[in-house]
Nanobody, 118 residues
Framework: QVQLVESGGGLVQAGGSLTLSCAAS????????MGWYRQAPGKQRELVAT???????NYAESVQGRFTISRDNAKNMVFLQMNHLKPEDTAVYYC?????WGPGFGPWGQGTQVTVSS
């Protein structure tokens, strides 16, 4: 059974940091590009970062230089280190397998809420 479980969200002041974790089970992790997505209230879900199985990374312009995506292939986990957080980063964050820079194609987990206060 394919499952994605996100954790690590919380409430933080602007300028602060958080690290999100995603535990993936099943075949969705191996050999796939993994991505972190976010969805703010009233907005569509957007892709913020991806990482290939070999470690190549891509970032949305809005988070470039502030967020770092990484993965532990041995543990089937993906991480998102978020620094210099801004109120506009407030959203529910999800991880998923990505088809390049595109929508996730696995089952969506429950996500983890990140709230940045000004």
């Amino acid at each position: 059974q394919v499952q994605l479980v996100e954790s690590g969200g919380g409430l933080v002041q602007a300028g602060g940091s958080l690290t999100l974790s995603c535990a993936a089970s099943g075949s969705i992790f191996s050999r796939n590009v993994m991505g972190w997505y976010r969805q703010a209230p009233g907005k569509q879900r957007e892709l913020v970062a991806t990482i290939s199985s070999g470690g190549w990374t891509n970032y949305a312009e809005s988070v470039q230089g502030r967020f770092t995506i990484s993965r532990d292939n041995a543990k089937n986990m993906v991480f998102l280190q978020m620094n210099h957080l801004k109120p506009e980063d407030t959203a529910v964050y999800y991880c998923n397998a990505a088809s390049g820079w595109g929508p996730g194609f696995g089952p969506w987990g429950q996500g983890t809420q990140v709230t940045v206060s000004s």
